[in-house]
């Protein structure tokens, strides 16, 4: 009898191991396993304080991003596992200007109002370069994860404003066209049809933060358009993939969604940096 009940714990004990225990056999989770979990605000992988997240996976106090960045939360579906600050605006050059990109490479810099930075062709030594410039500023260049989930936001959105293609929101091809047919009365049936920036030759790119409501949730400018932004990705050959569209894509309807990946490098490429917050 009594080896019977020795017997039946021992078993009880395997068929817990087996399937954990959990509530209809699902897998609870801990803290520290880098997915957030219920009951719990964040978690980073670890159980340590000071990083953001606390020990037990409760989000630490004032977190602080510098002026220059927002906060955006963490968002484990998509592989988000803690909070971080992104650059408000596309990457730029510390001598940029309302009208020149500038030439200090040394370091990235978030600022409005200037022409963001951007190579064309896009090349495996810029990629380096952009990601020196972002840890040159104490960031590093933004992750796929925390790009994708800055421009679709938690609505997860087509792109940053919405679901619905409006080439007037953010910087993209047909973005000028009224305006270039208002300037030039001479044009009859202003034809403000997909691609008509290559029919005016209209399409330019525009210093950062000009577009106001080309802003995400979290409140980062031209996340969408202006120029494509590189990141940091093992899923494309390259080692990253090209985000968000530009100024002068065909196609902009298609290619500005927050998913698309231009697998071509002849195109103006910028970047945006990233920080672990404070
Ligand atoms: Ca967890
Ligand atoms: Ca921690
Ligand atoms: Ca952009």
């Known amino acids: 009898m009594r080896k019977k009940i020795i017997g039946y714990f021992i078993s009880l004990f395997f068929v817990c191991v087996l399937v954990s225990c959990g509530d209809n056999g699902v897998d609870p989770g801990y803290c520290g396993d880098g997915i957030v979990g219920q009951g719990e605000e964040c978690d980073d992988g670890n159980n340590e304080d000071g990083d953001g997240c606390s020990a037990d996976c409760m989000l630490?106090?004032?977190?602080?991003?510098?002026?220059?960045?927002?906060?955006?939360?963490?968002?484990?579906?998509?592989?988000?596992?803690?909070?971080?600050?992104?650059?408000?605006?596309e990457a730029s050059r510390s001598d940029a200007t309302e009208t020149e990109m500038g030439t200090d490479t040394s370091m990235a810099v978030s600022q409005p109002?200037?022409?963001?930075?951007?190579?064309?062709?896009?090349?495996?030594?810029?990629?380096?370069?952009?990601?020196?410039?972002?840890?040159?500023?104490?960031?590093?260049?933004?992750?796929?994860?925390?790009?994708?989930?800055?421009?679709?936001?938690?609505?997860?959105?087509?792109?940053?404003?919405?679901?619905?293609?409006?080439?007037?929101i953010c910087n993209c091809v047909d973005t000028f066209c009224e305006e270039y047919c208002r300037d030039h009365p001479e044009?009859?049936?202003?034809?403000?049809?997909?691609?008509?920036?290559?029919?005016?030759?209209?399409?330019?790119?525009?210093?950062?933060?000009?577009?106001?409501d080309c802003v995400s949730a979290s409140g980062a400018y031209d996340v969408c358009g202006n120029v494509w932004e590189i990141v940091p990705s093992s899923d494309d050959g390259r080692g990253y993939e090209v985000r968000g569209g530009?100024?002068?894509?065909?196609?902009?309807?298609?290619?500005?969604?927050c998913t698309y990946n231009a697998g071509w490098t002849a195109l103006y490429a910028g970047f945006r940096c990233c920080k672990d917050p404070q």
């Open 187 to 212: 044009i009859q049936d202003c034809d403000t049809g997909s691609n008509c920036g290559y029919t005016y030759n209209s399409f330019h790119v525009v210093p950062t933060g000009r577009f106001q």
């Open 246 to 257: 530009a100024y002068n894509c065909a196609g902009a309807e298609q290619r500005l969604q």
């Open 113 to 168: 109002g200037v022409i963001p930075w951007h190579v064309n062709p896009m090349t495996a030594d810029a990629f380096d370069q952009f990601k020196a410039a972002c840890e040159a500023a104490d960031k590093r260049i933004c992750e796929k994860s925390e790009w994708y989930s800055v421009c679709a936001g938690p609505q997860r959105t087509s792109y940053v404003w919405g679901d619905s293609f409006d080439r007037m």
């Open 60 to 89: 630490e106090q004032e977190l602080q991003c510098p002026d220059d960045m927002v906060l955006v939360e963490a968002d484990a579906e998509l592989g988000v596992s803690r909070p971080f600050c992104v650059d408000i605006y």
